[in-house]
């Protein structure tokens, strides 16, 4: 068993229960914000989110600077009490300082729900990046981030990431990736790395955090594996060298520009039966990455119940058996963290 830290202490890692391992209670990701140029648009811009816009903003999600902000403190309330009703028990908040973290209102949450909230920490995309970060050294930032972990706040992280990995994957981010890797060996907590779900990144990604830095894979979380599902082929070549692959877009309906179609919810269950029925089914995660406004149920979008809900239902229909979909909620985000201590 191993120490979790949670926004409100420590936690044993038998006592997480049901978890969702990427999901975003507070943000503010308006760097993502784009006004479109679309005259038949530009009542969308300043629009506040509603269910009467899902249908408009699953296809521009970036488009209303009011989806880009998790603001609203009562509407997430509901949703982490709707996630606690179905049994869940723990949340992990991947939002780094860069996209707007704000650990007094995690722990409101938290004390306010009785949901457990395991706070992130790190550098996300470099066009969050706090400016120090171009000219500073992977050392220098490893010391900033060990920090946080020793003698920061109250409120102290209990997970590296989200580590952002552009399409770019520019130079400071390699260099902030590096950083997060020496801040892992020391405090021994899960590495999550974002990965841009469309292209195939992970073996380079896994190159630089095992190859170059020494991270114990079965620390390191690969996210956004979901557009890739079909592409078995990847799939299993990164499962085999022992990262964990996370499939956190489960139930997303959007169009990213740039980017691609969020897979459906069939595929994804087809993708995690597919990696469980090769061997790899305990370094799987599940989660639904609620990072925009217009995922809280209050605005018509799922909440945080419809991974243990509907999505397990569904790869119950997939061929898993119901010990097999528990443990993907359960055993493995555990098990995820008393492996990352052990690699310490």
């Given at each position: 068993m191993t120490a979790v830290r949670t926004v409100t202490g420590h936690v044993d890692s038998a006592d997480l229960g049901l978890v969702l391992p990427h999901e975003h209670l507070v943000n503010d990701n308006r760097s993502a914000f784009r006004p479109s140029p679309d005259p038949r648009l530009r009542e969308l811009l300043d629009a506040p989110v509603s269910a009467d816009l899902a249908w408009l903003l699953a296809?521009?999600?970036?488009?209303?600077?009011?989806?880009?902000?998790l603001d609203d403190d009562p509407a997430m309330a509901v949703d982490l009490q709707g996630f606690a009703a179905v049994g869940g028990r723990t949340v992990v908040d991947l939002t780094p300082p860069g996209i707007g973290r704000a650990p007094s209102r995690l722990r409101a949450l938290s004390e306010a729900t009785g949901v457990q909230v395991v706070m992130g920490?790190?550098?996300?995309?470099?066009?969050?990046?706090?400016?120090?970060?171009?000219?500073?050294?992977?050392?220098?930032?490893?010391?900033?981030?060990?920090?946080?972990?020793t003698s920061g706040h109250d409120v102290r992280p209990g997970v590296i990431g989200?580590?952002?990995?552009?399409?770019?994957?520019?130079?400071?981010?390699?260099?902030?990736?590096?950083?997060a890797c020496r801040a892992q060996r020391e405090v021994g907590v899960p590495l999550f790395v974002h990965l841009p779900g469309w292209q195939r990144r992970a073996h380079e990604v896994l190159d630089v955090v095992?190859?170059?830095?020494?991270?114990?894979?079965?620390?390191?979380?690969?996210?956004?594996?979901?557009?890739?599902?079909?592409?078995?082929?990847?799939?299993?070549a990164v499962a085999d060298r022992g990262a964990v692959l996370e499939?956190?877009?489960?139930?997303?309906?959007?169009?990213?520009?740039?980017?691609?179609?969020?897979?459906?919810?069939?595929?994804?269950?087809?993708?995690?039966?597919?990696?469980?029925g090769a061997g790899h089914g305990d370094r799987l995660l599940l989660s639904h990455d609620l990072f925009l406004k217009a995922m809280l149920t209050r605005h018509g979008g799922n909440g945080l119940a419809y991974v243990p809900v509907v999505f397990a239902d569904r790869l119950r229909r997939s061929g898993l058996d119901d010990d097999t979909v528990t443990d993907l909620m359960t055993a493995n985000p555990r098990a995820l963290f008393e492996r990352a201590t052990r690699g310490r």
């Open positions: 296809d521009h999600p970036y488009e209303n600077a009011d989806n880009c902000r920490s790190g550098w996300y995309l470099q066009a969050t990046h706090p400016p120090h970060l171009a000219s500073a050294t992977a050392d220098r930032l490893a010391a900033e981030l060990v920090a946080e972990f989200e580590i952002g990995v552009s399409p770019a994957f520019t130079d400071d981010e390699r260099t902030a990736l590096r950083a095992v190859g170059s830095e020494g991270v114990d894979p079965g620390a390191v979380v690969l996210c956004h594996m979901d557009p890739s599902g079909a592409d078995r082929e990847y799939q299993l499939f956190d877009m489960v139930g997303m309906p959007f169009d990213y520009p740039g980017e691609g179609q969020s897979p459906s919810p069939t595929e994804t269950a087809a993708a995690v039966a597919a990696l469980v």
